[in-house]
C-alpha cells in the first residue's frame, strides 16, 4: 500500500510568511508524528497525535508552531511568522496504532526554506 | 534516553560486512537499542532493536555485548544500496512515543 506522503516535497518562503505542510499518514494509523531535522543532523521531534488529540507536543520549539489532525488521519503543520532559523526538513511519520513498540514509518519529508 | 556514542562516518566496500558500532554506556536496564537508517532525500526507516539477546532480521544483525554499554550493527553483504546515515537509538518503552536522534554514522558503501 501507500507509504506516508507529504506536501509540498518543497516550500520557499520569505521570512514572516504563515506555512502550512501536509502529512497524509498510512492508512489505517492512529498514530501521527512530526520531526524536523536541520542539515547535518538527526531528526528532531516536535509532536505526537493519537486519533485527533495532540498526545505530546513537548518538542515544539514555541507559539509560532502548532499542528491539527482534525479527523484522525490527515495531518496540518502550521508555522507563524517564519523565521529563518524554522529552514529545515519537515518529516511526517505514521505507526500503527501508537503503541511504543510500533514502528514508525517516515515519509520523504518538506524541506522549507525561509528566505 | 541514554546517550549515544557513534563513529560520524564509516567506508566498506560492496559486498562485505558493514560492522557499526554504538556506545550507550548509560543505558538503564529497560532501555531498548534501536537502530534505524537515513537514504538521501528519504525519511528515517527502521532497521531492528532489541533488549540484550542478539536479534537478526531480513535486513541486518545486531549484537549487544553482556554489558549491554555498547552494540554492533552488522550488514552482512553491504551493497551500494545500503549507503545512508545509521542511527543507534535508546530507549525505554515507557518514556514516551518520540524517537531521539542523534548525529549517526554515514556509512559510504565503495564499489
Known amino acids: 500500500g501507500a507509504g506516508v506522503s507529504q506536501t509540498p516535497s518543497n516550500k520557499v518562503t520569505e521570512k514572516g510568511k504563515y506555512v502550512e505542510l501536509r502529512c497524509d499518514p498510512i492508512?489505517?494509523?492512529?498514530?501521527l508524528y512530526w520531526y524536523r531535522q536541520s542539515l547535518g543532523q538527526g531528526p528532531e521531534f516536535l509532536i505526537y497525535?493519537?486519533?485527533?488529540?495532540?498526545?505530546?507536543d513537548s518538542g515544539l520549539p514555541n507559539d509560532r508552531f502548532f499542528a491539527v489532525r482534525p479527523e484522525g488521519s490527515v495531518s496540518t503543520l502550521k508555522i507563524q511568522r517564519t523565521e529563518r532559523g524554522d529552514s529545515a526538513v519537515y518529516l511526517c511519520?505514521?505507526?500503527?496504532?501508537?503503541?511504543?513498540?510500533?514502528?514508525?514509518?517516515f515519509g520523504p519529508g518538506t524541506r522549507l526554506t525561509v528566505l | 534516553d541514554a546517550k549515544t556514542t557513534q563513529p560520524p562516518s564509516m567506508d566498506c566496500a560492496e559486498g562485505r560486512a558493514a560492522n557499526l558500532p554504538c556506545n550507550h554506556s548509560?543505558?538503564?536496564?529497560?532501555?531498548?537499542v534501536y537502530w534505524y537508517r537515513q537514504i538521501h532525500s528519504q525519511g528515517p526507516q527502521y532497521i531492528i532493536h532489541?533488549?540484550?539477546n542478539n536479534e537478526t532480521n531480513e535486513m541486518a544483525s545486531l549484537i549487544i555485548t553482556e554489558d549491554r554499554k555498547s552494540s554492533t550493527l552488522i550488514l552482512p553483504h553491504a551493497t551500494l544500496r545500503d549507503t545512508a546515515v545509521y542511527y543507534c537509538?535508546?530507549?525505554?518503552?515507557?518514556?514516551?512515543?518520540?524517537?531521539?536522534f542523534g548525529g549517526g554514522t554515514r556509512l559510504m558503501v565503495k564499489p
Open positions: 511519520a505514521s505507526s500503527s496504532s501508537g503503541l511504543v513498540t510500533d514502528t514508525q514509518y
Open positions: 492508512s489505517g494509523h492512529t498514530a
Open positions: 497525535f493519537q486519533g485527533t488529540g495532540a498526545a505530546d
Open positions: 548509560t543505558i538503564s536496564g529497560n532501555e531498548y
Open positions: 532489541g533488549l540484550k
Open positions: 537509538i535508546v530507549r525505554a518503552h515507557d518514556a514516551g512515543n518520540m524517537l531521539t
